[in-house]
């Protein structure tokens, strides 16, 4: 069962230390947020996952990390400069500024219309101004004097990175078509947002990947090219459903209709998930065609080729982009993982069923109180198993407390350490430890000496 709301993991996830709206000490900052503690290992979990999925394990891929302020003519070459723009409106009374696509689709709550039929300010039912085009990128200056020449752009996509590294590559790697560069890195929209957590934020990351290929035989009917993007479309999803455990009756494929087409692109397909608010982008897989490589060719007077062996000549590779938002995943996930039930007392408890590989926490270390005695065992227990998994120590509250809390930051397994593990009255321990499972919370009693090798037998993939 996925979250009833949004407000539900927002909640969630300042309490627990998932993710915090940024600079709350200063009343905050729109469509910034800062990710906690746990938030930054579930923000790491997926893109490990991701990573191992693109690069780690295929031989036709590797990895990239360009720098993310960029020469400016990349960003003229890439069209940004020129078409990177969304239609902004002003409230003529309150001053708000709203995207007009947005207010069409009833993103920030009900349509207001006038008598005319125009759409009316959403905050206080003011005039709108005339569409205006304000390009989405953030500029920044280099040195300290501020002319033309100084100005960068902050990346809105960490593909032209790619791009612009493609001879670097096939140069230093001696790669061969086909094949892919992979980048995970932060991008930059000015967008004014409607504000649904890090759906849509203005500092974000990215997980993309540049897939080179053999320009098809007929460009007019490309079967070939065709055939490939249909391919990493459906390698894509699989990700979302096997890795992430996504419902696939949550996620649906959109192919972008003619208009709706960025400037780069010969075909899109969107990957969307059913949000608490509908059906919303998760990933969107581009044929980009030679678009790039033609236009920073042209840019720089330097062509990017690849020449081809077999036929003596040089080509301009065309390439399939899976370009997926790692932080809006990170919320699809949460929203995903939530659950709530009533055990056999009639307790209620929340569990997040993340998927052991994406858990921030794989394994608490629960004394079963706070007692003396227990600690040195439950100590020696914690830095066991903490070199191995990313673990937690708890001794504070009840038992049933904590369980309730490992439930709810979705900790697949805690170790507990009870009178029996260390001995009472005189009597020996009998040096074993109890594993309790969060999905069925079924406890199972190992020897300590077993204790790795049942946890990993019961952490798939971690
Ligand atoms: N290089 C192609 C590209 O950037 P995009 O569809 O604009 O394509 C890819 O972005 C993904 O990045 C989106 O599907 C979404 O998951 C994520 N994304 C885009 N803008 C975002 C924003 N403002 N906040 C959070 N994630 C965003």
């Known amino acids: 069962m996925p979250a009833p709301d949004l407000d539900t993991i927002v909640s969630l996830a300042k309490r627990r230390g998932f993710v915090f709206p940024a600079a709350e000490i200063y009343g905050g900052f729109a469509n ?13 979990n997926i893109r490990d996952s991701w990573w191992r999925s693109m690069v780690r394990e295929r ?66 039912g003011g005039e709108l101004t005339e569409p205006r085009q304000f390009n989405l990128m953030f500029k920044t200056q280099i040195g300290t004097v501020a002319d033309d020449s ?73 079967v070939e090219y065709l055939a490939l993007h249909q391919e990493w479309i459906a390698y894509r999803l699989n990700w979302y459903i096997e890795r992430l455990g996504i419902d696939p009756s949550r996620l649906r494929l959109r192919p972008h209709e003619k208009e709706e087409l960025s400037h780069y692109s010969a075909g899109t397909t969107d990957i969307e998930y059913l949000f608490p608010w ?38 301009v590779p065309w390439v399939i982009e899976p370009a997926a938002g790692l932080t809006r995943t990170l919320a699809v996930t949460m929203l995903e993982a939530w659950d709530e039930e009533t055990d056999a007392r009639g307790e209620k408890r929340v569990v997040m069923r993340f998927k052991p590989s994406i858990a921030p926490v ?37 038992i049933g407390r904590r369980y309730r809390r490992q439930d709810e930051i979705g900790t697949p397994l805690c170790v507990t350490i009870d009178f029996q593990s260390v001995g009472e009255k005189g009597e ?35």
């Open 362 to 398: 794989k394994v608490a270390v629960l004394p079963l109180s706070k007692n003396e005695a227990l600690r040195p065992f439950a100590r020696k227990v914690y830095d066991m198993v903490r070199p191995v998994y990313m673990t937690q120590y708890d001794e504070t509250q009840s």
């Open 59 to 124: 031989d036709d891929v590797v990895g990239l990390d360009a720098s993310l302020i960029t020469h400016p003519r990349v960003w003229k070459a890439s069209g940004h400069v020129a078409t990177f723009n969304d239609p902004l409106v002003d409230c003529k009374k309150c001053q708000m500024r709203w995207r007009v696509d947005h207010l069409e689709e009833g993103d920030y709550g009900p349509v207001k219309r006038d008598a005319e039929g125009n759409i009316r300010c959403p905050n206080d």
């Open 150 to 222: 100084a100005i960068a752009y902050l990346p809105p996509e960490t593909a032209q990175g790619i791009f612009i590294n493609f001879e670097n590559v096939v140069g230093s790697m001696r790669r061969k078509l086909p094949f892919g560069i992979a980048q995970t890195r932060v991008s930059f929209r000015n967008e004014i947002t409607p504000g649904k957590f890090v759906f849509r934020t203005l500092e974000f990351e990215q997980m993309e990947m540049e897939y080179f290929c053999f320009p098809p035989k007929d460009r007019e009917n490309p």
């Open 32 to 44: 910034t947020y800062d990710y906690g503690p746990l938030g930054v290992e579930l923000k790491r």
């Open 428 to 462: 020996a321990g009998d040096d074993a430890v109890t594993i309790r499972e969060r999905d069925s919370q079924a406890q199972v009693r190992v020897p300590l000496s077993g204790l790795l090798d049942a946890l990993r037998e019961r952490l798939p993939g971690c």
């Open 278 to 315: 509908g059906w919303g982008e998760l990933e969107g897989v581009a044929a980009r065609t030679d678009f790039d490589l033609t236009a920073h060719g042209n840019e720089s007077g330097h062509p990017l080729t690849y020449f081809d062996e077999e036929s003596n000549q040089h080509v």
